[in-house]
């Protein structure tokens, strides 16, 4: 029997897990459900062709943000965690990496200063390059590792709410017009980088994370762990956003690629809002079957399969149906024409979150990592090829089409080595 002490500190672990599972819902919230609130402001004010350019210049700059943040969301938060007694310690994990995330932002604007020249046709247009890179440098700052690592998710959640809220009221005072494009992207910037500097500052300040020398040996270190979290992640980004950088890169109209856009931002946040409940209901509950029991956790595994696509699939049901009423409303009637690749796009949500759960709590739950890997390299090439081939032939709709069959790829390969392993075991 358990003592009356231990029960104390189990009740103690519950509701601190509680409650940063809660936090952690305003902190996904916020990632969602301000960025959908803007869509129908953003679209009307700037119109098809310029609401096309100014996602193709995010998408680029996302590229270099997945550079600069290198898996340390994982792998420093994970240090952190450890070594959370260990004041030392910590703050040598902590600088080192922002050393790290510094060198990759350096790295990053070195590639990014030639490409942008190369692409851009005006002064106005190398400036809205920069104004939509500028936002790593708040990423560079911005410490979310170091609070999910100490266990304070409420801090970074409203410091999360408080970025996405500044940047989005930025938007509403700054942008007037089609031709406030660069205000739009610098909007964005700005909050990011304020608030990784307020955050960094709180750190020192309040968390006692003074400065200290690190060595090259401690950076190496967490880049060298970083590596192989960051290979997956830029596999799976690059799938997921190929279409738009290669659409902008000359190969579709501005009109095109503005339609695409609409469509594109529509079914990726009802992706998120179907991933969201499903990450934080079910996703913890599958690990810690597994954990107690193999067996019994790929029987888990398989029995919350079949929730998952329930619920995904009534997502992609109500998109289909209701994608008129969606970019009419979000949209606007500039982005009719939106309507019928947003129902191509439709079956994503069932696609994606299949295909996620099959590789966080599928692969990645019997130890396999190696073939997420593998299985998202794969399906990158069906993407890059299947994107080029379709697009010239069918335009942007055999973009539409490219993806879902990307995603269905990544499905079946994830699926057939979950049944091998598992036959195995």
């Not at 560079?140 to 940047?167: C, D, H, R, T």
């Not at 017009?177 to 992207?185: F, T």
């Not at 997502?315 to 500039?334: D, H, R, T």
């Not at 994606?352 to 990158?380: H, M, N, P």
Request: net charge positive; hydrophobic share 50%.
């Amino acid at each position: 029997m358990r003592s009356h002490y231990t029960t104390k500190i189990m009740d103690g672990e519950n509701k601190r897990v509680i409650k940063n599972a809660a936090w952690m819902t305003v902190f996904q919230a916020a990632n969602y459900i301000i960025p959908i609130i803007l869509i129908p402001i953003v679209s009307r004010i700037l119109g098809v062709e310029s609401f096309g350019k100014v996602t193709y210049l995010q998408t680029i700059a996302q590229y270099a943000t997945i550079f600069i943040n290198f898996g340390f969301e994982y792998t420093s938060t994970r240090a952190i965690a450890v070594n959370r007694d260990n004041p030392e310690k910590l703050r040598s994990i902590f600088w080192g990496t922002i050393y790290a995330k510094l060198l990759l932002t350096m790295v990053s604007l070195l590639v990014f200063l030639p490409y942008s020249f190369t692409h851009c046709q005006s002064t106005e247009e190398f400036v809205m390059y920069a104004a939509a890179w500028m936002i790593n440098v708040g990423w560079w700052l911005y410490p979310s590792w170091y609070f999910q690592g100490v266990e304070k998710i409420n801090i970074m959640s409203v410091a999360n709410f408080l970025i996405k809220a500044a940047g989005a009221i930025l938007v509403i005072i700054c942008v007037r017009d089609a031709s406030d494009s660069v205000n739009y992207l610098a909007s964005f910037s700005f909050s990011y980088i304020a608030g990784g500097v307020i955050t960094v500052v709180f750190c020192v300040k309040i968390e006692k994370m003074k400065y200290i020398r690190v060595t090259k040996e401690t950076v190496m270190t967490l880049l060298g762990d970083s590596f192989p979290i960051f290979i997956a992640s830029v596999f799976s980004s690059i799938t997921q956003a190929f279409a738009i950088t290669y659409l902008g890169a000359g190969h579709a109209t501005e009109h095109d690629l503005g339609i695409y856009s609409g469509a594109f931002k529509l079914v990726f946040a009802a992706v998120a809002m179907c991933n969201l409940p499903i990450s934080m209901a079910i996703f913890p509950k599958v690990s810690r079957e597994y954990e107690k029991d193999k067996e019994g956790g790929i029987r888990y595994f398989y029995k919350t399969l079949k929730i998952v696509i329930l619920i995904s699939t009534c997502f992609s049901v109500g998109m289909y149906i209701f994608s008129p009423l969606a970019v009419s409303l979000l949209l606007g009637k500039e982005f009719a024409e939106s309507t019928e690749l947003l129902r191509y796009y439709s079956i994503c949500p069932l696609l994606c979150t299949t295909s996620l759960y099959l590789t966080v709590q599928g692969l990645y739950a019997i130890q396999r990592q190696k073939f997420a890997t593998i299985v998202e390299s794969i399906a990158l090439l069906v993407c890059i090829v299947s994107t080029i081939v379709f697009n010239d032939i069918y335009g942007v709709k055999g973009a539409v089409w490219a993806f879902d069959l990307t995603v269905l790829t990544e499905i079946i390969l994830s699926f057939s080595v979950i049944i091998v392993m598992n036959r195995k075991k």
